[in-house]
């Protein structure tokens, strides 16, 4: 059974516009509900992380939003740039223990 | 921030013959680690997870037999692949988890294609 669920599977979006993955959960005792970057051959590089307790978190350009009686947080990325083509996985945790991942979302900024 | 170091970062061996691929946390201790397989265009599936001092705990339908998982001190652990086949070619990564701050960290990765 897949813990996490994520859509789309893939997203284009042209430079300057917003791309919006999302993702649900059913475990309510995940605490921890993080995004990965991975580009082609490399390994996942945490991009942003919230917990519960916080409905929105910002860090420049990226944007996580939680719904917590919906089991749902999404990524938002402003500004969208050729730069941030990339595979985006959203995953969760408990207690600091083995993460869930999504299925991932293949995104890519055209010029 | 935490790095962590994988290598080889690719590697090509000869059917029948064993890999061993190594993932050591560079500036923090790590009781456990995770590793993982990845198909192309497809997400990370968890193989195993390994606690320091202790025997790794694999998911199901993992061999373990095929799949030697080694955690013997705070910064180092090793997968090796044993009689590898053309099937075990996958992206194979790791994580580790910060002794101190609870923080993951994944390594880079390895590409393992048998031949």
């Known amino acids: 059974q897949q813990q996490v669920k994520q859509s789309p599977q893939s997203l284009i979006v042209q430079k300057g516009g917003i791309s919006i993955i999302n993702c649900a959960y059913e475990n309510t005792a995940f605490d921890y509900f993080p995004w990965y970057q991975q580009f082609p051959g490399k390994g996942p590089a945490l991009l942003i992380a919230i917990r519960p307790d916080v409905s929105e978190k910002k860090e420049g350009r990226f944007t996580i939003s939680f719904n917590k009686s919906a089991k749902q947080f999404s990524l938002h990325i402003m500004d969208s740039q050729p730069g941030d083509s990339a595979t985006y996985f959203c995953a969760a945790s408990m207690a600091g223990n083995q993460f869930y991942f999504g299925t991932g979302t293949s995104l890519t900024v055209i010029p | 921030g935490a790095v962590v170091s994988q290598h080889p970062s690719w590697v090509i061996c000869k059917s029948g013959t064993s890999v061993k691929i190594e993932c050591r946390s560079l500036d923090f201790q790590a009781t456990t680690m995770f590793w993982y397989r990845q198909f192309p265009k497809q997400s990370l599936m968890l193989m195993a997870t390994?606690?320091?001092?202790?025997?790794?705990?694999?998911e199901q339908g993992v061999e373990k037999d095929k799949f030697l998982i080694n955690h013997a001190s705070l910064t180092l652990s090793t997968l090796t692949v044993t009689s590898a086949h053309p099937e075990d070619s996958s992206f194979y990564i790791c994580?580790?988890?910060?002794?101190?701050?609870?923080?993951?960290?994944f390594g880079s990765g390895t590409r393992l294609t048998v031949v």
């Open positions: 994580s580790a988890r910060d002794q101190g701050t609870y923080g993951y960290t």
């Open positions: 390994s606690n320091e001092g202790s025997k790794a705990t694999y």
